[in-house]
């Protein structure tokens, strides 16, 4: 057994989003929001489950925070909800909204615990949505007042922020494959809305720099690096495809380089751009590539690739590697991913700082008769990911910090109730929490700040 010390003052945190653990979906001022909308629709979500209530954490925050203490949890990253505190989207605050995080944030001060805000985190006001959502340049002057209202609240007391969760999902997820809000399927309108994301994360950036000066800020994409299953040149192709549709749109802009030029070439070919760039005003790209504190990684599994890529039907995948551990999400476990994403942002993106904001897994493990859920697979997956993060740290790896997902079950978006991502079991019919042994391995990893491998 080998003892992996990690580096001083190196932050370990969970991870939560507003939608997925508040409820109170139309409680104390908050309007709808697009995946309100989107979960009341039927056949949308997995047999019609919706964020109503999902963990209530809305009324039972102080004990979900009680609870991050006696885990010895040193930071929380969590969402606001935009319809809470906008409920129009912008102009008019509502001001219980606010106070909810105002308490939330002191409370966890109080716990010694570190808020990491995540300011869009998938809740759009309907308002926006019917307006056009993230398809219309609008959206952006809307969520940069959110940013300017929230940090300008908190910013005193909150040093941690993220503008954008997983900008691939809000845009392409959402708007071109159709699986979350708003359930579109439209390649011109998908392409729009990833740019006006990252036009309103570099648009924010200052907003927020403004009120809260001693801030660090960063935001989160989403990241499953693609590996093609021979060397043959039609895998290759595939996995180039792939690297530019899921990371290098939006890596790439935000570091300066533009949109890439083989994927432009690639979408016009497919015509998926019938007017070429036309969302791109001048300034938008030095605006998007504002120089940022830190990227936040959120990686769970990679992508085999084979055969001639089909991003239309989203056909992309090889066949199930038959070597592989797979989680209940059906998502191979490959450690080795998240160690090559670090390296590549890194030596190749040159991130002034990294962590790794999302990683985890699902299993359905529930409480045996003597109440003790033996989530072993998930500790086995921590485990092997912490250990790619360790050896990336040894290579000169800028590594901040690692944030599990998730702190405890709740609301998986089109999924429903299905998966469990937690280190804290939840009967959604009490409300219950349990702590699983992966909460108490994930404690005693933080308290030594060390890791024990087989």
Known sequence: MAVLRFPERFVWGTA???????????????????????????????????????????????????????????????????????????????????????????????????????????????????????????????????????????????????????????SMLSHQIGLHAPGWRNWPAALAAAHHVLLSHGTAV???????????????????????????????????????????????????RHYPADMVAYYQEKGYLPHGLNFVQPGDMETIAVPVDFIGINNYTRQIMSGKV???QFQTAASPNPNATYTEMNWEVYPDGLYDLLNRLHFDYQAPKIYITENGCSYGDGPDKNGRIHDTRRIDYLRSYLTGVHRAIGNG?????YFVWSFMDNFEWS????????????????????????????????????????
């Open 16 to 170: 939560t989003s507003a939608y997925q653990i508040e409820g109170a979906w139309d409680e104390d001022g908050r309007s709808p929001s697009h995946w309100d909308t989107f979960a009341h629709t039927p056949g949308k979500t997995r047999n019609g489950e919706t964020g109503d209530v999902a963990c209530d954490h809305y009324r039972r925050w102080p004990e979900d925070m009680a609870l991050m203490a006696s885990l010895n949890i040193q930071a929380y990253r969590f969402s606001v909800s935009w319809p809470r505190i906008l409920p129009n989207g912008g102009n008019q605050i509502n001001e219980a909204g606010l106070d909810h995080y105002d308490r939330l944030v002191d409370g966890l001060l109080e716990a010694g615990i570190r808020p990491f805000i995540t300011l869009y985190h998938w809740e759009l006001p309907q308002t926006l949505q019917d307006a056009g959502g993230w398809p219309e340049r609008s959206t952006v002057d809307h969520f940069v007042q959110l940013a300017d209202v929230v940090s300008r609240r908190l910013g005193d007391r909150v040093h941690n922020w993220i503008t954008h969760n997983e900008p691939w999902c809000t």
């Open 206 to 256: 200052p907003a927020i720099r403004a009120n809260a000066p001693q801030a660090e800020v960063g935001i989160a994409p989403n990241y499953e690096p693609a590996y093609p299953l021979t060397r043959s040149p039609e895998d290759i192709e595939a996995a180039r495809i792939w690297d530019g549709y899921y990371i290098r749109w939006f890596n790439d802009p935000l570091f300066g």
């Open 310 to 312: 089909s991003l239309d």
């Open 397 to 401: 790896v800028p590594v901040a910090g």
């Open 415 to 454: 999924l429903g109730y299905s998966q469990r991502f937690g280190m804290v079991y939840v009967d959604y019919q009490t409300q219950q929490r349990l702590p699983k042994e992966s909460a108490y391995w994930y404690k005693d990893v933080i308290s030594h700040n060390q890791l024990e491998t087989m």
